[in-house]
């Protein structure tokens, strides 16, 4: 059976640079004295307006080359933000 290699195409850059968003909105911003302010919704309202076309229009092109991408990046998730 042959393994299935990582093209060179967008698909694995996609997925880093999800990988590496996931982990900056879910890591939060410690607060003096200790613990982590809750999440907010329009953090980059503001500091990056396109955050949300951007990082949509990536997370389709890589489900658009690898339809199985949509499951992998919820997992992903998961597993980072709720472990």
Not at 27 to 39: D, Q
Not at 40 to 55: L, T
Request: proline share 8%.
């Amino acid at each position: 059976m042959a393994r299935r290699q990582w093209s060179s195409g967008g698909g694995g850059l996609a997925l880093a640079v999800l990988a590496v968003l996931s982990s900056v909105l879910c890591s939060g911003h410690p607060v003096p004295g200790g613990g982590f302010p809750p999440l907010q919704p329009h953090f980059y309202d503001h500091a990056c307006p396109q955050m949300q076309a951007i990082v949509g229009s990536i997370v389709a092109k890589a489900h658009a080359e690898d339809p199985r991408m949509a499951a992998s990046l919820l997992r992903l998730h998961f597993h980072d933000c709720f472990k």
